[in-house]
């Protein structure tokens, strides 16, 4: 059984920065691309970045320069290095994994307050 557990959310700084940890358990196969999306009160769902298997990277203009997606495939890990935090960065983040199946992890909350 497949399972995504996110961490490292928390209340960051405007200004600051917070990185995001994604562990996926179990055998995914064939996963094609990894990718954190979030959900900010009263919004939809949102896609926020993603990387292949191959390792290309993309992001939405929001955190373009901002934001950094990396993966390590030998641990089935994703990460989210989130910099320059702004008040808008504040939602649910979500990892998400592309196979056959998309899977879905639980969710950690980033709150960007002083």
């Known amino acids: 059984q497949v399972q995504l557990v996110e961490s490292g959310g928390g209340l960051g700084q405007p200004g600051g920065s917070l990185r995001l940890s994604c562990a996926a358990t179990?055998?995914?196969?064939?996963?094609?691309?990894m990718g954190w999306y979030r959900q900010a009160p009263g919004k939809e769902r949102e896609w926020v970045a993603s990387?292949?298997?191959?390792?290309?990277?993309r992001y939405e203009d929001s955190v373009k320069g901002r934001f950094t997606i990396s993966r390590d495939n030998a641990k089935n890990a994703l990460y989210l290095q989130m910099n320059s935090l702004k008040a808008d960065d504040t939602a649910v983040y979500y990892c998400?994994?592309?196979?056959?199946?998309?899977?879905w992890g639980q969710g950690t909350q980033v709150t960007v307050s002083s």
């Open positions: 998400n994994v592309q196979s056959r199946t998309s899977y």
């Open positions: 179990g055998s995914i196969f064939p996963m094609f691309s």
């Open positions: 990387i292949t298997n191959t390792g290309t990277t």
